[in-house]
């Protein structure tokens, strides 16, 4: 799929996606009572672009240290973000997004799963800020590679990354009765509340 070159293209260009969908579900966490079934529908549509990264990422990390030249000829990242801020992000991505997962098919009240879905998420917001600082300008950059020069395998990668969003959409709308029954939930609770 175009080497070292393309593997950074199509973690560019999801990355670049995710971006786009971060910030609109970040922008339902202020209202998230009122906007429930959105921050469910976004979150959900957003599994399948970050499973494309983290394998993406995966693959990346396995052609390196498996020594192969191209992937080598690149060198690893900065030891801040190779050591530190990359396996934070990792692992708070899989336990955010496992949580949301879990928390959108669970019946509203699931009081431990919320507490580590919130707990994931402030860190992983911390990590995630200095990994998108990092890499904005390399996303950048291989965003207008990939409009300039094209490279094997182009085709397939965009065919990835379409398939990851209408996957994500397909996800989210057979979840919509999930959204629904915790938008209910959180209305319920906040007159509760008052």
Do not use: C
Not at 56 to 73: E, I, K, L, Q
Not at 111 to 137: D, E, P, R
């Amino acid at each position: 799929m175009g080497g070292n070159e393309g593997n950074a293209r199509i973690t560019a260009a999801t990355a670049a996606v995710l971006l786009v969908l971060l910030a609109g579900e970040g922008a339902t966490i202020p209202i998230v009572r009122q906007a429930m079934t959105w921050h469910v529908f976004l979150g959900l549509l957003l599994v399948p672009p970050v499973l494309v990264k983290l394998g993406s990422v995966a693959w990346r990390f396995m052609r390196y240290y498996r020594g192969h030249a191209d992937y080598v000829a690149q060198g690893p990242p900065h030891p801040f973000l190779r050591f530190l801020v990359g396996p934070v992000v990792v692992v708070t991505t899989v336990v955010l997004f496992g949580t949301g997962i879990l928390i959108a098919f669970e019946h509203p009240h699931s009081g431990l799963l919320i507490g580590l879905h919130k707990a994931s998420f402030i860190i992983w917001f911390f990590a995630m800020s200095l990994h998108v600082l990092a890499h904005l300008q390399t996303v950048w950059r291989y965003a207008q590679r990939g409009v300039r020069i094209a490279l094997p395998g182009r085709t397939l990668r965009q065919v990835l990354l379409l398939a990851s969003l209408v996957a994500g959409v397909g996800f989210a709308v057979a979840a919509l009765p999930q959204a629904h029954a915790w938008t209910h939930w959180a209305a319920t609770h906040h007159h509760e509340d008052h």
